[in-house]
């Protein structure tokens, strides 16, 4: 059983809207805080914003600021993570980490998922 599975992923034009999901099967998900990170092509894994456990704080890469709203349905063992204002920029696989308590960073994560393609044409 995959511990995260993203979806909602696509191809839209700038200016567009997404929103990804991440649904986990990794026991109680209340527990975990999440994270998106995205891979540009040809570029390293970044992160992009994460959601605290209890769902009452969250934090951005400045170049989302604005932009991207990450919130949490734990009762559906879901997150999400909204973009606005999609930028040829944004084109990325993105990727939903968890890490029991602590913010999950790209070197200590107890869970990734498979990824999902965005993709933002001019």
């Known amino acids: 059983q995959v511990p995260l599975v993203e979806s909602g992923g696509g191809s839209v034009q700038v200016g567009g809207s997404l929103r990804l999901s991440c649904t986990a099967s990794v026991g109680t998900f209340s527990n975990y805080s999440v994270a998106w990170f995205r891979q540009p092509p040809g570029k390293e894994r970044e992160f992009v914003a994460r959601i605290s456990w209890r769902g009452d704080t969250s934090y951005y890469a400045d170049f989302v600021q604005g932009r991207f709203f990450f919130s949490r349905d734990n009762a559906a063992n879901t997150v999400y993570l909204q973009m606005n204002g999609l930028e040829p920029e944004d084109t990325a696989v993105y990727y939903c980490?968890?890490?029991?308590?602590?913010?999950?960073?790209?070197?200590?994560?107890?869970?990734w998922g498979q990824g999902t393609q965005v993709t933002v044409s001019s």
């Open positions: 980490a968890a890490r029991k308590w602590d913010a999950p960073t790209l070197y200590n994560t107890d869970y």
